[in-house]
């Protein structure tokens, strides 16, 4: 079974995580959930970052906010593609530190990001990774996609 890591820096960053968590479920996609901090716990980043592969994670989305290193960090030890969500947080310059964190990335060393407070697009990009390779995943998101389509054209009626 295909298995995505969701970590964060810290607990406080749980609010804006749940929504990569859910929309993985929703497409029973297996979630780990960890709190690990790229400032506060660097020993446990460093494990995570080189072992997440050999425990059978394909994708790794990882939400911070403030100086927002963990996603990069993460990054520079892993061989599995990660997905950056910024977090606007109590300590954020209006989030736009936690994006640039992010964004920002030397050659070498790529994340991709999503929106600020993005996390349920990080959820569909790593579904959409892990269907490149399962079928039974990519049949998943179509589903899901006409179905946020249908959902606009149905709004539309309401006009």
């Known amino acids: 079974m295909s298995k995505v890591?969701?970590?964060?820096?810290?607990?406080?960053?749980?609010?804006?995580?749940?929504?990569?968590?859910?929309?993985?479920?929703?497409?029973?996609?297996?979630?780990?959930?960890?709190?690990?901090?790229?400032?506060?716990?660097?020993?446990?980043l460093f494990d995570y970052g080189k072992n997440a592969h050999i425990r059978g994670i394909k994708v790794i989305i990882a939400g911070a906010g403030g100086a927002a290193h963990l996603p990069g960090m993460v990054a520079s030890l892993s061989p599995l593609p990660i997905i950056g969500v910024p977090v606007k947080s109590s300590n954020s310059i209006d989030g736009w530190d936690s994006v640039l964190s992010i964004l920002q990335m030397p050659g070498g060393v790529p994340v991709a990001t999503v929106a600020l407070n993005g996390a349920k697009n990080a959820g569909i990009l790593a579904a959409q990774i892990l269907g490149s390779s399962d079928q039974c995943v990519l049949d998943k998101i179509m589903v899901y996609k006409e179905g946020i389509k249908a959902k606009v054209i149905e709004s539309a009626k309401d006009l």
Not at 10 to 22: E, G, Y
């Open 5 to 44: 890591g969701v970590i964060m820096g810290s607990k406080s960053d749980l609010p804006v995580m749940q929504d990569a968590i859910d929309i993985l479920k929703g497409f029973d996609i297996e979630v780990e959930v960890d709190i690990v901090s790229a400032h506060r716990t660097p020993e446990k």
